[in-house]
């Protein structure tokens, strides 16, 4: 079936015997979706990746893993997380039956991707007359960096991926997504059979990247779909129905720039410090571990659109049995992750990439053990920022990020990839603990439906005015932060 013959109608939850027992069965469905599609994605990467460091070998795949770091790093910094804003706001929307305000939440977010886009265009093209001459590239080499991180910056998927998570259409969001995977692996096959250099794989991520944003913006606001309002009343109109989403959106970026800064920053550092070859390597390392652990991105991106359901329904008594139950799971798949790592983990890395990325396989193990204890708390995160806690996550992740680059800056000249390693392992286990703190008193606040009846958003009509006062400490459909 053709992605424009689908409706994007929210699908309704299977019948269950009881409130958790709902959530469960659209987890496991929409879990089914995502796992089998990133499970290809998974499977299909590490074909590319081989092909890709074999073609290339250490060096030239270092410098092809630098470029990619450098533009990811970009969108790192200037993308905003507009899908969580979408669902964070547009939950409440669409359970009051209210199109126009999510069509306008829809347009204000759009906006804002692509005003990033331009934001992050301009910061690529200064920062890499910093980057550039400590990584050694010539001015043709800085001048590819910074359109490869161009092309990343305008295929934002940011806002067509909150309205499919929004709507339940995970079916649809894991077809989208098998595009990138599959352009890569297709360009890969090409430039491992001709021989092509680091141009042309280059050429075949950013075709991904393009492909896949066009497939999931044609299916978001196709036929029936979502679409954004724009124009300048529709967005003036919508900041003033959700308030609060500028700092939400701004707080959300930089917790998501902090987290995955640390893993690009370490590689872009490791190419400074030891070169290429092991920048290629260390990279290689990293996204190796983080395959073990990717049912973090997966559930979490699963976990938070029913979270913030229950949030805005108040229904704490579910949200409490839900976190504990998943928190069990994480715990249990953190410990298997770990065990294969030590058990397969050099098989598979030579496997992938052969003896020349050898030296990686130390650097590996410890950045396992770092996925594996992010993997162990992947429900706290979606857990704050569901109740509208979105500071208390970017302090953190910010307050590791500091350590981490104070240890990077201390270790790496000393131990090499290892001691790179062993920064993001430091860091994981900080905001391990920190993320732990915080959730731990969310789910100690009472239930409005504790202390008397609730208005259509959960909040206590006898305590109304009082919990406004409050923002910070009581979960809103509408987040003021």
Not at 36 to 56: C, F, P
Request: a positive charge; aromatic letters at 6%; one cysteine or more.
């Amino acid at each position: 079936m053709k992605p424009s013959d689908h409706t994007m109608i929210a699908r309704p939850a299977r019948k269950a015997s009881s409130p958790h027992g709902a959530v469960y069965a659209r987890l496991r469905d929409n879990l089914a979706w995502l796992l089998g599609g990133k499970g290809y994605g998974g499977l299909v990467s590490l074909a590319y990746l081989a092909l890709a460091a074999r073609a290339l070998g250490p060096d030239q795949f270092g410098f092809f893993t630098l470029i990619l770091v450098y533009g990811q790093a970009i969108v790192s910094i200037a993308q905003f997380q507009s899908w969580q804003a979408v669902i964070r706001y547009g939950a409440a929307h669409l359970a009051n039956g209210d199109e126009r305000r999510l069509s306008r939440l829809l347009g204000l977010t759009a906006a804002a991707d692509f005003g990033s886009a331009i934001v992050g265009a301009v910061l690529a093209s200064v920062a890499v007359t910093v980057v550039g001459p400590l990584l050694s590239w010539t001015e043709g080499e800085q001048a590819r960096a910074v359109l490869f991180a161009l092309v990343l910056l305008l295929s934002t998927t940011a806002t067509p991926s909150g309205i499919l998570r929004l709507v339940n259409r995970f079916d649809m969001l894991a077809y989208c997504q098998a595009a990138n995977p599959s352009v890569r692996l297709i360009g890969a096959v090409v430039g491992f059979a001709l021989g092509g250099g680091v141009d042309m794989f280059l050429a075949a991520w950013a075709a991904a990247a393009v492909l896949q944003s066009a497939a999931m913006w044609m299916v978001a606001i196709g036929r029936r779909g979502k679409r954004p309002a724009l124009g300048r009343e529709a967005l003036r109109r919508a900041l003033g129905e959700n308030p609060g989403i500028w700092r939400f959106m701004i707080i959300t970026n930089l917790s998501a720039s902090v987290n995955l800064l640390c893993e690009e920053i370490g590689t872009l550092a490791v190419g400074a410090v030891a070169g290429n070859a092991s920048a290629g390597g260390f990279r290689l390392a990293s996204r190796l571990a983080n395959a073990f652990a990717k049912p973090v991105e997966i559930i979490s991106g699963v976990l938070f659109p029913e979270l913030a359901r229950l949030v805005a329904s108040d229904d704490h008594t579910t949200l409490r049995t839900v976190t504990h139950r998943t928190n069990l799971i994480a715990m249990g798949s953190a410990s298997l992750v770990v065990v294969l790592a030590f058990l397969g983990g050099s098989t598979l890395l030579q496997s992938i990439a052969g003896p020349a990325y050898e030296f990686a396989y130390a650097p590996f193990v410890i950045l396992t053990l770092a996925a594996a204890v992010d993997l162990s708390g992947f429900v706290l995160e979606p857990l704050l920022i569901a109740h509208g806690r979105a500071a208390q996550v970017l302090i953190s992740r910010l307050v590791p990020g500091c350590a981490y680059v104070l240890l990077l800056a201390w270790l790496l000249p000393v131990a090499g990839t290892v001691g790179a390693a062993a920064a993001v392992l430091v860091a994981s286990v900080g905001t391990r603990l920190l993320l732990g703190v915080s959730c731990a008193r969310v789910l100690h606040l009472p239930s409005s439906s504790d202390e008397g009846s609730t208005d259509g958003l959960g909040l206590n009509r006898l305590g109304k005015t009082a919990l406004i006062s409050r923002q910070s400490r009581m979960p809103l459909a509408s987040p003021r932060l």
